[in-house]
Every structure is written in structure tokens, then in C-alpha cells.
């Protein structure tokens, strides 16, 4: 496996919801600067050597494609040389609602990247050299600026693997394995040679002994149909392939707590009771190696509740928030005192000692 550049966020957004979860990335962006527009960036005001339109009067918010790893809300992400990212326009106030009012769209280098094609309130780019650009919006009629942004292609030098489940963690420390037969979420993560991440939105992945699905991007769900120890992803990124071994298990052998951190041998895993409850997080384990992929279930005693649904696997993760993460459950207790849950992952079963606590 190799490096992951940065930390991911925390599990706070729903993926590939455009309304609502579109708002928050759009707080968060305003929050951190990085998708207004050169007039929003100024309140409004007129770049210099620029007749502007008074239909943006506090300029207008890009937004780009949305990573697994939120990365973008982190920095401006870059397209890769040889790949595309659809660049989306919205007002730069709540509601943050989509600009519609219609627009021409050019850049003022061509040579970096090219506008493949414009949506209502879109733009797609494709990167042509490493480089950068001027995206210019221009008023239909009068080519007076809306407002423009700047733009990055840079080449993708490397790719890396990791699965959603473990998201939090990093793709350079992190040892996993794919439990065979079971869907998997793997995430592929782009960086270029200054271990920046970039965009494709083209990425494709391919296996042999394997099914792949997409589900995002850069999100792919993988299916190992043989056993064996491992499994090779193919991965076309920008204008380069890229090759990954990816190790399969057979079976899960182990359960751990991953967080909060395991108590003492011999220690029950206190809980508290009532709400809001305690989230426990395990990881499954085959020979001592994380195995992701695993299908989880949970049976505490009578003293305690589960306050969510089980964590779904398989095509339900599509329809589920990013935060509830395969492995974890939430418990209340409603009586002060010993109790017990039973954790299964993919057939392997084991008991935990908790105890209800004020």
C-alpha cells in the first residue's frame, strides 16, 4: 500500500446526495476559501481589466468533484493530465442555489486544459497539459464576466487503495485484506508527483477474478468470485495504468474492538446508559490482517438497546450514510450493570463483556 497524503474528514455527509449535502459542502468551501470565484473572493467586486455582470453580484461558487476521503474540502483539487472533473456553479449564499441564468463558458489558456462540454450549471474539463488556467463565465449576449477561476492539471504519478470502511486511516500504515465472495468498497485515491490528489472522474478499474462495480468515481465495489491469496486491480487514471495487488482472505478468524480503545484484558467494555449511547467500532480480522468486506451482526443482552439499524453490507451501502461504517453499532443501556453482545462477521462469532455505566 502506499501513503495517504492527508487525513480524511470525519464521516459527516451523505454521499451522492445533491440537495442538502450540496449545501453543506458549499458551508464548508465558503468556510475555507477555496471554491469562490475571484468576484467572490473580492465580495463582488471587479477584477481589474474585467467589465463585469450584474446578474453575479457577489460572484459565484466552482465546486468540483467530490472525493471519498473529502479531500476537496481540504484544498482545491486538480484535474489529472489526461482526465476530466465537472466543475459545478452555485450561488455563494444560502440556499447556495445553482446558477441556471445561463452562461458561455472559455479559458483564457487553452493549452492546460479544454471545455469538454457545459451543463445548466456545469462545466466539464478535460486536462490537456500540466499547467494552469482561467476559467472565464461570460454573460450570453454582452460577455460581460459572471466570474472565473482558477484552474490546476497536474499528472497522476501514483495511485492508492483503500477501502471505505477504513477511511479514517492511512493508506501507508493500514494492512488490509478482501474477504473472498463478499462486496467490498475500495476507494482509489489519485496524487501527483507533489503527493497532491487529483481528479478523474473517467478513472476506470478492472480485475481479473474479481467483479467491479462503481458507485462513485472513485469509489468501486469489488467482488473477489476465487480463492486465492491475492487479486490484481488495473487501474486507468489521467493518461497512465496502474497495477495493485490487492490480498484476499478466505475467512475471518478474529473480532477486535478498534474504538474506543480496547480496555484491559479481562475488562468489560463499559457503555452508557440511555441516550445518546456508545458507539463501539470492531474490525474483523483474518491471521492477524484487517479483512474488510465482512457482513456484521450485532445481538446485545436484554439490558441493552441498539439505537440504529445494523450496519448494512453490500448494494444497501449505496443508500446508507457514510456514517454508519460496517463493524459499528451504537448501544444504550437501559439498566445500570453487567451485559453482553454478541458480535458476528461473516460467520465467525464472538461474545463481549459490557457494562452499563451512569
Known amino acids: 500500500m502506499t501513503r495517504q497524503s492527508r487525513k480524511p474528514r470525519g464521516d459527516w455527509e451523505r454521499r451522492g446526495i445533491i440537495s442538502l449535502g450540496l449545501i453543506f459542502v458549499g458551508l464548508s468551501f465558503v468556510a475555507c476559501d477555496e471554491s469562490l470565484g475571484q468576484r467572490a473572493r473580492m465580495g463582488g467586486a471587479c477584477p481589474p481589466g474585467e467589465i463585469c455582470s450584474e446578474q453575479t453580484p457577489r460572484g459565484l461558487v466552482f465546486f468540483g468533484a467530490r472525493t471519498f476521503n473529502d479531500a476537496e474540502a481540504n484544498e482545491r483539487l486538480a484535474t489529472a493530465l489526461g482526465g476530466t472533473q465537472t466543475m459545478f456553479l452555485r450561488y455563494p449564499e444560502p440556499p447556495y442555489d445553482p446558477f441556471v441564468a445561463g452562461f458561455k463558458a472559455m479559458l483564457v489558456d487553452s493549452r492546460a486544459a479544454a471545455i469538454e462540454s457545459s451543463g445548466a450549471a456545469s462545466v466539464v474539463l478535460r486536462g490537456v497539459s500540466e499547467g494552469q488556467s482561467l476559467l472565464r463565465l461570460l454573460e450570453p449576449g454582452t460577455n460581460k464576466l459572471l466570474d472565473r477561476y482558477a484552474i490546476k492539471v497536474a499528472p497522476v504519478a501514483r495511485v492508492a487503495l483503500l477501502p471505505r470502511e477504513l477511511r479514517e486511516e492511512d493508506a501507508d500504515v493500514v494492512r488490509w485484506k478482501v474477504l473472498a465472495g463478499n462486496p467490498a468498497l475500495l476507494g482509489v485515491l489519485l496524487f501527483d508527483p507533489n503527493d497532491h490528489q487529483l481528479v478523474d472522474e473517467g478513472l ?98 436484554e439490558t441493552v438497546s441498539i439505537e440504529r439499524p445494523e450496519p448494512p453490507s453490500g448494494e444497501e451501502l449505496l443508500n446508507t450514510p457514510l456514517w454508519t461504517t460496517p463493524g459499528c453499532v451504537t448501544l444504550s443501556g437501559r439498566e445500570v450493570g453487567p451485559a453482553t453482545l454478541g458480535v458476528t462477521a461473516s460467520s465467525h462469532f464472538e461474545m463481549f463483556k459490557l457494562l452499563v455505566v451512569e
Open 204 to 301: 476506470e478499474v478492472r480485475a481479473h477474478a474479481a467483479e467491479v462495480s462503481r458507485h462513485a468515481w472513485d469509489l468501486f465495489q469489488v467482488t473477489v468470485v476465487i480463492s486465492g491469496e491475492r487479486v490484481l486491480l488495473t487501474m486507468r487514471a489521467g493518461d497512465r495504468s496502474f497495477v495493485s495487488n490487492v490480498e484476499v482472505a478466505s475467512s475471518v478468524d478474529a473480532i477486535a474492538l478498534r474504538s474506543p480503545a480496547a480496555p484491559e484484558e479481562g475488562r468489560p467494555i463499559e457503555i452508557k446508559r440511555g441516550a445518546p449511547g456508545t458507539q463501539l467500532c470492531f474490525r474483523a480480522a483474518s491471521n492477524s490482517t484487517t479483512v474488510v468486506g465482512a457482513t456484521w451482526e450485532f445481538r446485545p443482552s
